[in-house]
């Protein structure tokens, strides 16, 4: 079960990812959410069923036709905020890429905008898209 916040706030919310019942996991979230929800005020919680996947981890950022990325063999290290290390073909950075540049035009988003995508390289060297997301820059 993974947790997405309205407002996120990385690193702070786990996935479960074995649990007896999915009330009791759901029940578990939802207090590590009431323990931290003084950092975003006003924020709500969402959380979603995702089938795990095993392999390169990773989370890309995608702003002015520039790609970076972060990946780990661990699972929890990128978006724990952890020191990766892995590297992922230049196919799948190309992927990556394309992708990122056709959500930016399809939710319209601004010059400094950034596309946020999470994902995995399976051990059969496909990529998967987990989560994308817009992470929208503050404007004056």
Known sequence: IRTSPKNSIPGILN?????DTAENAIKKLEEE???NKNIVSGNKLFYFF???????????????EKLTYQASLERGDVVNGKKSFAIIE?????ELIKLSKRFYED???RE??????EFV???NSQLW????????????
């Open 121 to 123: 390289v399976d051990n």
């Open 33 to 35: 959410f009431k323990e």
């Open 107 to 109: 939710f319209d988003c």
């Open 90 to 94: 230049d196919i799948h950075t190309e």
């Open 15 to 19: 996935s479960i990812f074995e649990y």
């Open 50 to 64: 995702q089938e795990y996947l095993e392999g390169i981890n990773g989370v890309s950022h995608y702003k002015k």
């Open 112 to 117: 400094d905008d950034i596309i946020q995508i």
């Open 129 to 140: 898209i987990i989560q994308m997301r817009i992470v929208e820059t503050k404007q004056n």
